[in-house]
Nanobody, 121 residues
């Protein structure tokens, strides 16, 4: 059984910062890419930032220069540092991970339950 649990969301004023964390636990042999997505009411889910096992990063144009994704492979965690937050960043943020649960097993995608980020004055 594999679980992803996000934390760190909340209410912040425009221009403020938040740091999201996502912890993967359970029967994990290895984790490939880890990705943050977000979805706000009436909008499609969008990729915010992704990081490969080797540390290559990819960002949505809307967050480049403001958000930073990082990971701790020893702790099976991924982080999203969000600076200069805007009201348009308001959404439920969810983490996704490509996880192998056994040496010769398939890689499957797992999702966390999401954490709410609200940017408002």
């Amino acid at each position: 059984q594999v679980q992803l649990v996000e934390s760190g969301g909340g209410l912040v004023q425009p221009g403020g910062s938040l740091r999201l964390s996502c912890a993967a636990s359970g029967s994990i042999f290895g984790i490939n890419a880890m990705t943050w997505y977000r979805q706000s009411p009436g909008k499609q889910r969008e990729l915010v930032a992704a990081i490969t096992l080797g540390g290559s990063r990819n960002y949505a144009d809307s967050v480049k220069g403001r958000f930073t994704i990082s990971r701790d492979n020893g702790k099976n965690m991924v982080y999203l540092q969000m600076n200069s937050l805007k009201p348009d960043d308001t959404a439920v943020y969810s983490c996704n991970a490509q996880i192998r649960t056994a040496m010769w097993g398939d890689v499957r995608e797992y999702w966390g339950q999401g954490t709410q980020v609200t940017v408002s004055s």
